[in-house]
Protein backbone atom coordinates (compact mmCIF):
# COMPACT_ATOMS: atom_id res chain seq x y z
CA UNK A 1 0.00 0.00 0.00
CA UNK A 2 1.43 3.22 -0.67
CA UNK A 3 1.01 6.38 2.14
CA UNK A 4 -1.87 7.90 1.07
CA UNK A 5 -4.10 4.76 0.95
CA UNK A 6 -5.57 2.53 -2.10
CA UNK A 7 -6.09 5.35 -4.26
CA UNK A 8 -6.14 7.06 -7.82
CA UNK A 9 -3.88 10.13 -6.52
CA UNK A 10 -1.94 8.32 -3.70
CA UNK A 11 -0.60 5.92 -6.61
CA UNK A 12 -0.04 9.38 -9.09
CA UNK A 13 1.74 11.04 -6.02
CA UNK A 14 3.68 8.00 -5.96
CA UNK A 15 4.22 7.81 -9.60
CA UNK A 16 6.07 11.14 -9.28
CA UNK A 17 8.34 10.75 -7.28
CA UNK A 18 9.93 7.94 -8.48
CA UNK A 19 9.96 9.49 -12.13
CA UNK A 20 12.09 12.33 -10.31
CA UNK A 21 14.29 9.88 -9.14
CA UNK A 22 14.80 8.75 -11.73
CA UNK A 23 13.02 5.05 -11.68
CA UNK A 24 10.87 5.08 -14.48
CA UNK A 25 10.21 1.46 -14.20
CA UNK A 26 7.99 1.74 -10.76
CA UNK A 27 6.59 5.38 -11.91
CA UNK A 28 5.16 2.93 -14.70
CA UNK A 29 3.58 0.62 -12.44
CA UNK A 30 2.61 3.19 -9.99
CA UNK A 31 0.82 5.28 -12.76
CA UNK A 32 -1.08 1.56 -14.41
CA UNK A 33 -1.95 1.50 -11.00
CA UNK A 34 -4.07 4.69 -10.79
CA UNK A 35 -5.14 4.50 -13.93
CA UNK A 36 -6.74 0.92 -12.97
CA UNK A 37 -8.26 2.50 -9.85
CA UNK A 38 -9.57 5.31 -12.08
CA UNK A 39 -9.72 4.96 -15.85
CA UNK A 40 -10.15 8.61 -16.02
CA UNK A 41 -7.32 9.77 -13.90
CA UNK A 42 -6.19 12.12 -17.09
CA UNK A 43 -2.71 13.63 -14.76
CA UNK A 44 -1.63 9.39 -14.68
CA UNK A 45 -2.20 8.87 -18.36
CA UNK A 46 -0.13 11.99 -19.33
CA UNK A 47 2.67 10.92 -17.10
CA UNK A 48 2.51 7.35 -18.17
CA UNK A 49 3.37 8.80 -21.76
CA UNK A 50 5.73 10.76 -20.61
CA UNK A 51 7.28 7.52 -18.69
CA UNK A 52 7.06 5.67 -22.06
CA UNK A 53 9.38 8.15 -24.12
CA UNK A 54 11.82 8.06 -21.93
CA UNK A 55 11.83 3.84 -21.97
CA UNK A 56 11.70 4.32 -25.90
CA UNK A 57 8.22 3.11 -26.26
CA UNK A 58 6.79 5.81 -28.38
CA UNK A 59 3.69 4.38 -29.85
CA UNK A 60 2.52 3.42 -26.00
CA UNK A 61 3.19 7.35 -25.63
CA UNK A 62 1.36 8.53 -28.41
CA UNK A 63 -1.29 6.62 -27.54
CA UNK A 64 -1.77 7.92 -24.03
CA UNK A 65 -1.00 11.48 -24.58
CA UNK A 66 -4.45 11.06 -27.11
CA UNK A 67 -5.55 9.89 -24.29
CA UNK A 68 -4.75 12.62 -22.30
CA UNK A 69 -5.60 15.19 -24.55
CA UNK A 70 -9.20 12.98 -24.92
CA UNK A 71 -10.19 14.16 -21.40
CA UNK A 72 -8.55 17.39 -21.29
CA UNK A 73 -9.33 18.58 -24.78
CA UNK A 74 -7.67 22.04 -23.75
CA UNK A 75 -4.79 21.03 -21.96
CA UNK A 76 -1.69 22.02 -23.72
CA UNK A 77 1.26 19.77 -22.15
CA UNK A 78 0.12 16.77 -23.17
CA UNK A 79 -0.17 18.12 -26.86
CA UNK A 80 3.56 19.58 -26.54
CA UNK A 81 4.64 16.05 -25.57
CA UNK A 82 2.45 14.17 -28.98
CA UNK A 83 3.84 16.63 -30.52
CA UNK A 84 7.35 15.49 -29.34
CA UNK A 85 6.73 11.64 -29.39
CA UNK A 86 5.85 12.19 -32.89
CA UNK A 87 8.73 13.79 -33.81
CA UNK A 88 10.69 11.49 -31.79
CA UNK A 89 9.05 8.42 -33.96
CA UNK A 90 9.24 10.28 -37.78
CA UNK A 91 6.36 11.05 -38.11
CA UNK A 92 7.48 15.08 -38.97
CA UNK A 93 3.73 15.58 -40.62
CA UNK A 94 1.59 15.07 -38.01
CA UNK A 95 3.70 16.47 -35.32
CA UNK A 96 4.10 19.82 -37.49
CA UNK A 97 0.77 20.14 -37.90
CA UNK A 98 0.14 19.59 -34.00
CA UNK A 99 2.86 22.15 -33.58
CA UNK A 100 0.75 24.79 -35.40
CA UNK A 101 -2.51 23.92 -33.93
CA UNK A 102 -0.98 24.95 -30.84
CA UNK A 103 0.94 28.06 -32.24
CA UNK A 104 -2.18 29.17 -33.47
CA UNK A 105 -3.66 29.23 -30.02
CA UNK A 106 -0.65 30.10 -28.35
CA UNK A 107 1.59 31.95 -30.49
CA UNK A 108 3.92 32.85 -27.20
CA UNK A 109 4.45 29.16 -26.55
CA UNK A 110 8.42 28.45 -26.97
CA UNK A 111 8.00 24.79 -26.06
CA UNK A 112 5.87 24.16 -29.35
CA UNK A 113 7.87 26.54 -31.55
CA UNK A 114 11.03 24.46 -30.33
CA UNK A 115 9.31 21.60 -31.77
CA UNK A 116 8.30 22.92 -35.00
CA UNK A 117 11.72 24.27 -35.65
CA UNK A 118 12.46 20.33 -35.03
CA UNK A 119 10.02 19.64 -37.85
CA UNK A 120 12.05 22.19 -40.22
CA UNK A 121 15.12 20.18 -39.47
CA UNK A 122 14.28 17.01 -40.08
CA UNK A 123 12.62 18.28 -43.04
CA UNK A 124 16.18 19.47 -44.16
CA UNK A 125 14.69 23.03 -44.10
CA UNK A 126 17.84 24.36 -42.19
CA UNK A 127 16.99 27.87 -42.72
CA UNK A 128 13.63 27.49 -41.57
CA UNK A 129 14.78 25.85 -38.58
CA UNK A 130 17.54 28.34 -37.75
CA UNK A 131 15.21 31.32 -38.07
CA UNK A 132 12.42 29.46 -35.61
CA UNK A 133 14.76 28.32 -33.02
CA UNK A 134 15.93 31.71 -33.02
CA UNK A 135 12.52 33.08 -31.91
CA UNK A 136 12.58 30.70 -29.65
CA UNK A 137 15.68 32.02 -28.11
CA UNK A 138 14.16 35.51 -28.45
CA UNK A 139 11.01 34.22 -25.91
CA UNK A 140 13.66 33.11 -23.26
CA UNK A 141 13.98 29.57 -24.61
CA UNK A 142 17.59 29.53 -24.47
CA UNK A 143 18.25 25.97 -23.68
CA UNK A 144 20.33 23.05 -24.60
CA UNK A 145 17.64 21.48 -26.63
CA UNK A 146 17.67 25.12 -28.57
CA UNK A 147 21.45 25.78 -28.82
CA UNK A 148 21.97 22.35 -29.61
CA UNK A 149 19.27 22.65 -32.70
CA UNK A 150 20.47 25.85 -33.72
CA UNK A 151 24.17 25.03 -33.51
CA UNK A 152 23.48 22.12 -36.11
CA UNK A 153 21.03 24.79 -38.23
CA UNK A 154 23.62 27.20 -38.72
CA UNK A 155 26.26 24.97 -39.62
CA UNK A 156 24.40 23.56 -42.24
CA UNK A 157 23.24 27.24 -43.73
CA UNK A 158 27.02 27.92 -43.78
CA UNK A 159 26.71 30.26 -40.51
CA UNK A 160 30.06 28.86 -39.00
CA UNK A 161 30.41 31.89 -36.76
CA UNK A 162 27.04 31.34 -35.20
CA UNK A 163 26.95 28.09 -35.62
CA UNK A 164 30.56 27.90 -33.67
CA UNK A 165 29.03 30.03 -30.71
CA UNK A 166 26.13 28.04 -30.47
CA UNK A 167 28.02 24.84 -29.67
CA UNK A 168 30.11 26.24 -27.30
CA UNK A 169 26.66 27.74 -25.82
CA UNK A 170 25.51 24.24 -25.46
CA UNK A 171 28.46 22.91 -24.21
CA UNK A 172 28.83 25.38 -21.36
CA UNK A 173 25.03 23.61 -20.39
CA UNK A 174 26.18 20.36 -20.99
CA UNK A 175 29.50 21.12 -18.25
CA UNK A 176 26.46 21.90 -15.72
CA UNK A 177 24.06 19.12 -16.43
CA UNK A 178 27.85 16.96 -15.95
CA UNK A 179 28.56 18.52 -12.93
CA UNK A 180 25.69 17.77 -11.16
CA UNK A 181 24.98 13.99 -12.27
CA UNK A 182 28.27 12.91 -12.56
CA UNK A 183 27.92 9.48 -12.52
CA UNK A 184 25.34 9.48 -14.93
CA UNK A 185 25.34 8.71 -19.00
CA UNK A 186 22.90 10.96 -20.80
CA UNK A 187 25.60 14.72 -20.17
CA UNK A 188 28.95 12.69 -21.81
CA UNK A 189 26.25 10.82 -24.54
CA UNK A 190 25.05 14.57 -25.10
CA UNK A 191 28.86 16.21 -25.45
CA UNK A 192 29.52 13.09 -27.81
CA UNK A 193 27.18 13.87 -29.76
CA UNK A 194 27.67 17.63 -30.02
CA UNK A 195 31.39 16.69 -30.65
CA UNK A 196 30.52 14.50 -33.47
CA UNK A 197 28.68 17.51 -34.99
CA UNK A 198 31.39 19.62 -35.06
CA UNK A 199 33.90 16.79 -36.12
CA UNK A 200 35.61 16.63 -33.50
CA UNK A 201 35.66 13.03 -33.01
CA UNK A 202 38.55 12.39 -30.65
CA UNK A 203 36.72 14.34 -27.86
CA UNK A 204 33.49 12.58 -29.47
CA UNK A 205 34.84 9.64 -29.09
CA UNK A 206 36.24 10.27 -25.31
CA UNK A 207 32.50 11.75 -24.28
CA UNK A 208 30.94 7.79 -25.66
CA UNK A 209 33.76 5.91 -23.77
CA UNK A 210 32.71 8.08 -20.49
CA UNK A 211 29.01 7.30 -20.70
CA UNK A 212 29.30 3.62 -21.72
CA UNK A 213 31.38 3.24 -18.34
CA UNK A 214 28.48 4.91 -16.74
CA UNK A 215 25.52 3.09 -18.56
CA UNK A 216 23.97 -0.31 -17.50
CA UNK A 217 23.45 -2.84 -20.24
CA UNK A 218 20.20 -3.39 -20.37
CA UNK A 219 19.46 0.06 -20.16
CA UNK A 220 17.64 2.71 -22.39
CA UNK A 221 18.60 6.44 -21.73
CA UNK A 222 16.83 9.74 -22.98
CA UNK A 223 17.74 12.80 -22.75
CA UNK A 224 17.02 16.12 -24.64
CA UNK A 225 14.77 13.88 -27.38
CA UNK A 226 18.06 11.42 -27.52
CA UNK A 227 17.09 7.72 -26.89
CA UNK A 228 20.21 5.37 -26.60
CA UNK A 229 21.30 1.74 -25.31
CA UNK A 230 24.57 0.33 -24.68
CA UNK A 231 24.53 -0.68 -28.90
CA UNK A 232 23.59 2.93 -29.56
CA UNK A 233 27.30 4.08 -28.10
CA UNK A 234 28.90 1.30 -29.14
CA UNK A 235 28.16 2.21 -33.17
CA UNK A 236 28.79 5.89 -31.58
CA UNK A 237 32.22 4.78 -30.87
CA UNK A 238 32.48 2.71 -33.97
CA UNK A 239 31.79 5.78 -36.28
CA UNK A 240 34.30 8.24 -34.44
CA UNK A 241 36.99 5.38 -35.15
CA UNK A 242 36.19 5.01 -38.62
CA UNK A 243 36.03 9.19 -38.34
CA UNK A 244 39.63 8.73 -37.33
CA UNK A 245 40.57 6.67 -39.51
CA UNK A 246 41.55 3.75 -36.84
CA UNK A 247 39.64 1.28 -39.49
CA UNK A 248 40.75 -1.98 -37.55
CA UNK A 249 39.64 -0.70 -34.34
CA UNK A 250 36.13 0.08 -35.99
CA UNK A 251 35.74 -3.10 -37.57
CA UNK A 252 36.86 -5.17 -33.90
CA UNK A 253 33.83 -2.64 -32.33
CA UNK A 254 31.37 -3.93 -35.54
CA UNK A 255 31.85 -7.52 -34.86
CA UNK A 256 31.14 -6.86 -31.34
CA UNK A 257 28.01 -5.24 -32.02
CA UNK A 258 27.21 -7.77 -34.69
CA UNK A 259 27.11 -10.22 -31.58
CA UNK A 260 24.85 -7.98 -29.63
CA UNK A 261 22.94 -7.33 -32.97
CA UNK A 262 22.96 -9.36 -35.51
CA UNK A 263 20.95 -6.71 -37.73
CA UNK A 264 23.14 -3.33 -36.64
CA UNK A 265 23.11 -1.71 -40.30
CA UNK A 266 26.06 0.50 -38.53
CA UNK A 267 27.82 -2.36 -37.49
CA UNK A 268 27.77 -3.66 -40.11
CA UNK A 269 29.12 -0.79 -42.14
CA UNK A 270 32.09 -0.61 -39.77
CA UNK A 271 32.97 -4.12 -40.17
CA UNK A 272 33.51 -3.60 -43.68
CA UNK A 273 35.84 -0.46 -43.32
CA UNK A 274 39.18 -0.63 -44.57
Given at each position: MVFGGETADSYYDEGVTASMKGDVALAVQHFKMALKLDPYHVSSCHQLGRCNVRLGELQQAVECFYRAIKGRPKSIPPRIDLGFALLEGG?????????NEILAKKPENTKA?????GCAFQKGEWDQAYILVGQVMDQGGAGFAAFYLQARAARLSGLGDVAAEAFESADHLLEKLIEGNPEQPEGYFLRGELNFARDNFAEALDAFQAAEQRMDGAAHYYSYGEHFDLVAVLAKRGMCLFRLERLADARALGEEILKRDPRNKIAALLTKSG
Open positions: NVSKAETLFMLGLA
